[in-house]
């Protein structure tokens, strides 16, 4: 309601007419973002966890988890907070005397990058997720009516030999794709990976 209105040019609003000023209250802030930033300084938990801040494709899995069984959802945050109760975290803030070494193969520490890309005890573990990876392309490639090569044996100028997982060929336009799941154990990773990748089969 406008006072000056409803009041004559004349007359002025009393003291109880005069509406109440708005108070201006400060802004929350962003918690989340805050408690992300903690987070990330963390020494062991917080291990190049920034990489998946706001990345659609790696947190995917957690907004669709449904039909995934709880036992795994609960290992797969664990691995992906630096939780999992590999020796290394378990030493953590102990004595220097704490046993860290892999209780499998003996290499110097057990951590997540460990037991995810290099233990021999998990090798048919990789191999199976390796295989299932590819099989997640081929389906989507088929779906998109590309010609599918699996594992074939080609050789280069210098009779080297070369196999990568698959090759899609469709009219006058061949991808190459060699699959390899990578530990972020550092921001660049992954485009390390890609890089290493591209050079092997540039030629």
Same mark, same amino acid.
């Given at each position: ?7 004559? !040019? &004349? ?13 201006? =209250? /400060? $802004?929350?802030?962003?918690? $989340?973002?805050?408690?992300? %930033? &903690? ?7 917080? @291990?190049?966890?920034?990489? =998946? ?5 790696? &947190?995917?899995? %957690?907004? @669709?988890?449904?039909?995934? /069984?709880? $036992?795994? %959802? ?11 109760? #590999? +020796? ?10 704490? *046993?860290?070494?892999?209780? @499998?193969?003996?290499?110097? #520490? ?15 573990? +990789? ?23 699996? !594992?074939?044996? *080609?050789?280069?100028? &210098? ?6 997982? *698959?090759? =899609? ?18 921001? #660049?990773? *992954?485009?390390?990976?890609? #890089? !290493? ?7």
């Amino acid at each position: 309601m406008d006072i000056s209105k409803e009041l004559g !040019e &004349n007359e002025q609003a009393s003291e109880w007419e005069i509406p109440t000023p708005k108070n201006i =209250f /400060p $802004r929350p802030c962003d918690w $989340r973002k805050q408690e992300f %930033i &903690n987070w990330t300084k963390l020494l062991s938990q917080g @291990h190049v966890i920034s990489n =998946f801040e706001k990345d659609k494709i790696s &947190n995917n899995w %957690i907004e @669709h988890y449904r039909g995934i /069984p709880h $036992r795994k %959802i609960i290992m797969a945050l664990q691995l992906r907070a630096n939780v999992y109760p #590999t +020796r290394e975290f378990l030493a953590t803030g102990r004595k220097d005397n704490q *046993l860290k070494s892999c209780q @499998h193969c003996g290499a110097d #520490t057990e951590n997540c990058s460990r037991i995810i890309s290099y233990c021999p005890a998990v090798q048919d573990a +990789r191999i199976k997720r390796h295989n299932y990876l590819c099989e997640l392309l081929v389906k989507e490639a088929k779906k998109k009516e590309w010609v599918i090569f699996q !594992e074939p044996l *080609l050789r280069d100028d &210098n009779n080297e030999l070369y196999k990568s997982d *698959l090759v =899609f060929v469709k009219g006058d336009q061949a991808l190459v794709v060699d699959i390899t799941v990578r530990y972020e154990s550092k921001s #660049t990773s *992954l485009a390390d990976a890609a #890089t !290493e990748k591209i050079k092997k089969y540039q030629h």
